[in-house]
């Protein structure tokens, strides 16, 4: 189940059963600091609810543009990071799921797999300081693992790094490992994060880590795995340079460590 914040609307995570994608409602600690409870709560709920399903259905039908999908999420008063997560990130996964048990098509799906790609590029396209993230040097290289052809992780990892203000240098569609050393060599980043869907694409990720792993300690960036690729626990080698983390929050926490000593 998908968990928002009843008071001030924001997404507090996802909870058991995990493939139940209605959204329910919790209040968070700073709204109890707040002292919320002794307030009514909005009726925001069912709209968050009710928005996730009309994005949902624009595979079968006519449905929401991309422009309608984030005006909504902006009368909903809901943080860009917020819409992506909790709204956008959940409606994709549910129609994977129903791709999986053959209840939805594959038109269905990429109708909808285009519309979200749309959504978080305007998200990026609107936010103009954002851009200017994007042009420094960066500490996050944020890449897509050979073999994966599956982008929309990833955007959605960069709209939270430049909104968390981490300069980013992100490159979709996927591209091989070479390249990633070569990028890595190059912008020198504190982080490269690489997106992997299935299990079979975490070997060029660790092809990556282990050769990056002989760059001198001061420009030797952390190289950290993610995606749906761990979803059976992460099973990498003991002693290997890469880690594996599929927490979009745990990645802010990397980008912003400070090297390792030399
Ligand atoms: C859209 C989609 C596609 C689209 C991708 C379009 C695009 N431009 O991205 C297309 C049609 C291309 C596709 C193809 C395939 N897909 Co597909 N796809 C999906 C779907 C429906 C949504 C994925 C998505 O965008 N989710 C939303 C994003 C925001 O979430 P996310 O990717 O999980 O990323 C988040 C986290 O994982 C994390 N994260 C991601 N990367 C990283 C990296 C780091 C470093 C960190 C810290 C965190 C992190 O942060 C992100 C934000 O929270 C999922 C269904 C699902 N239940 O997830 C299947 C799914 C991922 N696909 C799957 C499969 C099997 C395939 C195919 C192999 C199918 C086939 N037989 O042909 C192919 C080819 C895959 C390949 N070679 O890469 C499986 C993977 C199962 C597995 N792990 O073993 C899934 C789970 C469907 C399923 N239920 O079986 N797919
Ligand atoms: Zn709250």
């Known amino acids: 189940m998908i968990r928002w914040c009843a008071y001030c609307q924001r997404y507090q995570g996802d909870v058991e059963p995990l493939d139940d994608y209605s959204v329910t409602h919790t209040i968070c600690e700073d709204c109890v600091a707040r002292g919320a409870l002794l307030k009514t709560p909005p009726p925001s709920i069912r709209a968050i609810q009710s928005f996730l399903l009309s994005i949902a259905r624009s595979g079968m039908e006519p449905g929401l543009t991309a422009a309608e999908v984030v005006a909504q999420g902006d009368a909903l008063g809901l943080d860009p990071a917020d819409l992506l997560l909790g709204v956008v990130q959940p409606v994709l996964r549910q129609i994977g799921d129903r791709w999986a048990r053959s209840e939805a098509t594959i038109a269905e799906e990429h109708r909808v797999s285009a519309l979200c790609s749309s959504v978080i590029q305007t998200m990026i396209?609107?936010?103009?300081?954002?851009?200017?993230?994007?042009?420094?040097?960066?500490?996050?290289?944020?890449?897509?693992?050979?073999?994966?052809?599956?982008?929309?992780?990833?955007?959605?990892?960069?709209?939270?790094?430049?909104?968390?203000?981490?300069?980013?240098?992100?490159?979709?569609?996927?591209?091989?490992?070479?390249?990633?050393?070569?990028?890595?060599?190059?912008?020198?980043?504190?982080?490269?994060?690489?997106?992997?869907?299935?299990?079979?694409?975490?070997?060029?990720?660790s092809i990556v880590a282990e050769q990056l792993a002989a760059q001198p300690p001061a420009v030797r960036p952390l190289v950290v795995v993610g995606g749906r690729a761990l979803d059976g626990g992460p099973s990498l080698p003991s002693g290997s340079p890469l880690i594996a983390c599929n927490d979009a929050h745990a990645l802010l926490e990397f980008a912003t460590r400070p090297r390792a000593a030399p």
């Open 125 to 205: 396209a609107r936010e103009a300081d954002l851009a200017a993230l994007r042009t420094q040097p960066p500490e996050v290289l944020l890449v897509v693992a050979e073999g994966n052809q599956h982008t929309l992780g990833a955007q959605v990892l960069e709209v939270l790094l430049l909104r968390h203000h981490v300069p980013t240098y992100a490159v979709y569609p996927a591209l091989p490992a070479h390249e990633i050393v070569a990028l890595a060599r190059r912008l020198q980043p504190r982080v490269v994060a690489i997106s992997a869907a299935v299990p079979e694409q975490i070997a060029s990720a």
